[in-house]
């Protein structure tokens, strides 16, 4: 069976600082990989996704970028963090014209 | 660009009821749409997913239609239950655009 792993699952940096978060998926090739970003109070922002090894697209212009290194490998990266960048950021994957997954999340509070 | 709307925000029912939770999106050239539940602080589990082709799809309790042209889909609950208790959330493709959700407190 498929599954998608996502870490790590709380982070609190400072202002300025790089950010990496990693999510993985299992059981599957050619996977579609989505970011996406929750604020507080707010919906699911899609910010970046892949359809293959090396190919992202942006929803969003904003302070971060994605990589796909490896096919089911789907970083998010920023050089340097701002405090509007805090949120609830989830990794997804599917298949096309299946059912999209989600990870656990990962909390990031920056100060 | 596809905007998603979930009316109401936040919904309390008693145990038992049925429900139907709504879904409007502006584009009406969608491929699928599909229903997610959210425990506070956990990830999105998807519920059901229809296909462009498809007018409707049922799992247990649960049966979530869809009417492209009106640009709307509707999440049906039987017999609510208080497990029942999470945000709802709709998105369509492409890109799965979704909604803010409605939060559905079910009340023992």
């Known amino acids: 069976s498929q599954t998608i792993h996502q870490w790590p699952a709380t982070l609190v940096q400072p202002v300025g600082s790089p950010l990496s978060l990693e999510c993985t998926v299992e059981g599957t090739s050619n996977p579609n990989l989505y970011w996406y970003r929750q604020a507080a109070g707010r919906g699911l922002q899609l910010l970046f996704y892949s359809v293959g090894i090396g190919q992202i697209s942006s929803e969003v212009p904003q302070n971060l970028s994605a990589s796909r290194p490896q096919d089911r490998q789907f970083i998010l990266s920023s050089k340097k963090l701002l405090l509007s960048d805090s949120g609830f950021y989830l990794c997804?994957?599917?298949?096309?014209?299946?059912?999209?997954?989600f990870g656990n999340g990962t909390r990031l509070t920056v100060t | 660009k596809q905007e998603v709307t979930q009316i109401p925000a936040a919904l309390s029912v008693p145990e038992g009821e049925n429900l139907v939770l709504n879904c409007s999106f502006t584009d009406s050239a969608i491929y699928n749409l599909q229903w997610f539940r959210q425990d506070p602080g956990k990830g999105l589990t998807s519920l059901l997913l229809i296909q462009s082709s498809q007018r409707e799809q049922t799992s247990g309790r649960l049966n979530a239609s869809l009417d492209k042209s009106s640009g709307r889909s509707t999440l049906y609950i039987a017999a609510s239950q208080p497990g029942d208790s999470a945000t709802y959330l709709c998105?369509?493709?492409?890109?799965?655009?979704f909604g803010t959700g409605t939060r559905l407190t079910v009340i023992p």
């Open positions: 998105a369509v493709e492409r890109y799965l655009f």
């Open positions: 997804a994957w599917r298949r096309v014209d299946s059912p999209l997954h």
